[in-house]
């Protein structure tokens, strides 16, 4: 298993970045070599060396070497479905509340990108029991997480089937990726303890309007909020401050709601009258 701080070594992922920003992730092996246009670079000469060191290829190319970003892996991990974007699992993480000891129900796994963070979040207190409902997307999740932590958590289920099926125990927290959320909110309502939170991530409008007035005519659940996030990066060098010409713009939309206690009706919403 991989360390996560101190100096690098043997079986560590170490991301290498070049002068012209270009990032490459290796695994350390004693003996092994990093071959490039630009030369050669032994993985003897990182093992040992302390994080945010510069290394050198036999050509003369430096190299910037840290441990890769959970934001790194995610953007960089072999893909079976589109993974939720950093933005937007960090998102997850505040609105959703996913903290240590928390118990979460995820449902799909995707490619096991969100699956990172929420196991990271709530720690090894907590639980996450991800869900799947294509074998060979589960399969890639499996592999991603097991590659990120070095190994399968002891915390993580992941079951190959529809959430509309389950049947556990009570969870704190349940977020759903998946093309149909309205589907699950019976069997997510009874699992989910009073007071707990909801985050759905949908991709399109018409599957935000169909699962918002699912939530309200379902009448278990607090008034739904939703939103999107535009992510616009800035060039800042010397007096030349400005915008990137490209961002990472719509992603998805999400949704955040709470159960509510058993036999509560909830509370009217009062809106303003539209003009006209």
């Known amino acids: ?34 071959h490039t246009q630009h030369g050669v670079l032994p993985h003897d000469e990182i093992i040992g060396r302390d994080e945010g060191s510069v290394v050198s290829s036999n050509g003369g190319t430096s190299y910037l070497a ?49 699956t990172c963070s929420l196991l990271r979040a709530v720690g090894e207190s907590g639980s996450v029991a991800s869900w799947e409902v294509r074998q060979d997307h589960a399969d890639h999740a499996e592999r991603n997480v097991e590659r990120f932590f070095g190994e399968k958590p002891d915390n993580w289920t992941l ?26 909110l019976d069997p997510v309502h009874r699992g989910l303890v009073p007071g707990g939170v909801l985050v759905v991530y949908v991709a399109t409008t018409t599957q935000l ?29 010397g007096m030349a401050v400005r915008p990137e010409h490209r961002m990472v713009a719509h992603t998805a939309f999400l949704l955040v709601t709470r159960r509510l206690a058993d036999g509560v009706t909830p509370l009217r919403v009062h809106r303003r009258p539209s003009k006209g």
């Open 209 to 237: 309007s169909t699962v918002t007035e699912a939530l309200r005519e379902h009448q278990g659940w607090t008034e739904p909020q939703s939103w999107e996030t535009l992510l616009r990066p800035w060039h800042a060098v």
């Open 159 to 184: 079951h190959v089937g529809d959430v509309t099926e389950y049947d556990g125990g009570p969870v704190d927290r349940v977020v759903l990726d998946m093309v149909s959320p309205w589907e699950a």
């Open 1 to 34: 298993m991989s360390s996560v701080s101190g100096q690098f070594g043997p079986g560590d992922r170490v991301q290498l970045t070049d002068p012209k920003g270009r990032r490459k992730t290796i695994v350390l092996q004693p003996g092994g070599e990093y």
């Open 66 to 114: 840290v441990r890769p970003l959970l934001s790194d892996y995610v953007l960089s991990m072999p893909r079976g479905a589109q993974v939720i974007y950093p933005k937007d699992a960090a998102q997850i993480l505040m609105w959703g509340d996913i903290r240590p000891g928390a118990r979460v129900l995820e449902a799909g796994a995707g490619s096991g990108a969100l």
